[in-house]
């Protein structure tokens, strides 16, 4: 069986609600990774053979094809958006690699504000456009119980918070009178005692509180809390380290090799059509403590999680090419890594545990390998407590940050939905490389009590051998040297 190798992965950066990546139309979005894929690897996009996409709705998709260069008559493979969609999709990319169904595939997940692409758009507006009905907003597709934005203040981001969070110093601020959301925000921070935190830190306390999390989620969270003892000072913890990691990892210039910078509309501008190019993660904040998180209240009386520990919703566009490993030769291409093995699994009704926990034993059974052969692990964080719900669970303790989500996560960039699973992957393989390590792991919830879980090979090591399946015992064989090797 032939080799799928993963060549290229990139993103865009990941955007926030009322920032500057919602106001730009999902074919240009996808467009972005899709030529960003294409001319990094040095590769005619007319030999894409198949796209598969993991995508709110597909009719981006072709507009998008349409102005990188893609042949019209390349195939398309929708699986749709929302959890586990990247994973999903790079998966049945490399199945159909693996089975000779094709030689070239892209794998394509995104999430995007916008539902109408530019080709749909008037080339000129004598007025700024009025604002959408409600029925013609997209839901989140991670929750598709959500019930649709009801009109009014409700449906629309809050400018003083969004612009705190993308640190811009003007922001008007938010009327309490304006926004019930807003005014019990206010009460909370009031009864936390604000004077404990500084005029920066209580901002991002504000715009944390963006968070979308579905009852059944928030529920599965709290029992999780309670069946491994995580209390709010640890989930806080956590989640405070996701942030620096991520903000340590955009300082020291590592997110800029896998990001894909996008053209967007300058602030202000109105109709004038200048143009901005965002090249950072619009979450990404450097001055986030616990001590602001602890000032957020619980999304239920006496819980564990508040907007701050869990993830919130955010858009952005990942992709990668998919090359059968005899073709990399004759097309000149270079791989980044090899997909090594993958699984799904479903959780037990109401069992203790997280789903993701099956879905990496599986991996790890199917392969042979164990938690200590993998040099780094790139986990889902929907929430602070299910990812420490995890690490218990597994056993697993990673206290200097070495190997488990070393560049954040989620809960600092934001989950945008079906690019969430190929930006871990991209993520992952451009880690791998730098840090000269041989395998990782990826993997994500795919809906309620469901998760996916690939494990990848860098293609800069020598390839080691594995045990049978199922064998716990590896034999006599050299450990790799590495930063993520003790």
Same mark, same amino acid.
């Given at each position: ?165 993308? +640190?811009?110093? /003007?922001? @008007?601020? %938010?009327? !309490? ?7 019990? &925000? $206010?009460?909370? *921070? ?65 997110? +800029?090799?896998? /990001?894909? @910078?996008? %053209?967007? !509309? ?7 059509? &200048? $143009?901005?190019? *965002? ?208």
């Amino acid at each position: 069986m032939r080799r799928a190798a993963i060549v290229m992965p990139v993103r865009t950066p990941i955007g926030l609600p009322g920032g500057q990546l919602s106001t730009v139309p999902p074919d240009r979005l996808l467009a972005t990774v899709i030529r960003a894929a294409t001319e990094r690897s040095g590769l005619d996009p007319a030999r894409i053979e198949t796209l598969v996409t993991a995508v709110p709705e597909p009719h981006a998709v072709r507009a998008a094809a349409a102005r990188t260069g893609v042949s019209p008559t390349a195939g398309e493979f929708p699986i749709g958006g929302g959890p586990g969609g990247g994973l999903r999709a790079l998966i049945t990319a490399a199945m159909m690699i693996q089975s000779g169904a094709a030689d070239i595939v892209l794998a394509i997940g995104a999430e995007y504000a916008c539902a109408t692409t530019e080709s749909d758009r008037p080339a000129v507006r004598s007025h700024p456009p009025a604002d959408p009905p409600p029925a013609q907003r997209l839901p989140f597709p991670s929750d598709p119980a959500r019930p649709p934005a009801p009109p009014g203040n409700a449906a629309q981001p809050r400018p003083g918070i969004v612009a705190a969070m993308l +640190g811009a110093a /003007t922001s @008007p601020p %938010v009327s !309490a009178h304006d926004d019930p959301a807003a005014e019990s &925000a $206010a009460r909370s *921070v009031a009864v936390a005692d604000p004077r404990e935190a500084t005029t920066v830190e209580q901002a991002a306390v504000l715009a944390a509180a963006e968070s979308s999390f579905g009852a059944a989620e928030l529920e599965y969270a709290e029992m999780l809390a309670q069946r491994y003892g995580i209390s709010r000072v640890a989930a806080d913890e956590f989640a405070a380290t996701s942030h620096r990691r991520a903000a340590r990892a955009r300082r020291q210039g590592f997110f +800029g090799e896998e /990001t894909a @910078p996008v %053209v967007c !509309a300058a602030p202000g501008s109105g109709n004038s059509g &200048a $143009a901005q190019l *965002v090249d950072r993660d619009e979450g990404l904040r450097d001055d986030v403590s616990p001590r602001a998180f602890a000032l957020l209240p619980s999304l239920r009386p006496d819980g564990i999680l508040t907007a701050g520990n869990s993830s919130a919703r955010a858009f952005g566009a990942s992709a990668c090419l998919i090359v059968a490993e005899d073709r990399l030769a004759d097309l000149g291409l270079a791989p980044m890594g090899y997909l090594t093995g993958w699984t799904t699994a479903t959780a037990e009704p109401d069992a203790p545990v997280p789903a993701v926990t099956s879905a990496i034993a599986k991996s790890l059974w199917h392969t042979g390998f164990d938690l200590d052969d993998l040099d780094l692990l790139a986990v889902d964080e929907p929430s602070a407590v299910e990812v420490l719900a995890l690490m218990r669970a597994l056993g697993y303790e990673d206290p200097d940050g070495e190997r488990l989500n070393v560049h954040g996560g989620t809960l600092a960039l934001g989950d945008p939905g079906g690019a969430s699973g190929l930006c871990m992957i991209t993520t992952l393989l451009h880690e791998l490389a730098r840090s000269a390590g041989g395998y990782g792991l990826a993997a994500t919830s795919a809906g309620p009590a469901r998760a996916v879980s690939v494990i990848v090979e860098s293609a800069y090591v020598v390839p080691m051998e594995q045990a049978p399946r199922g064998a716990r015992f590896h034999g006599v064989r050299a450990r790799r040297s590495g930063r993520h090797r003790a």
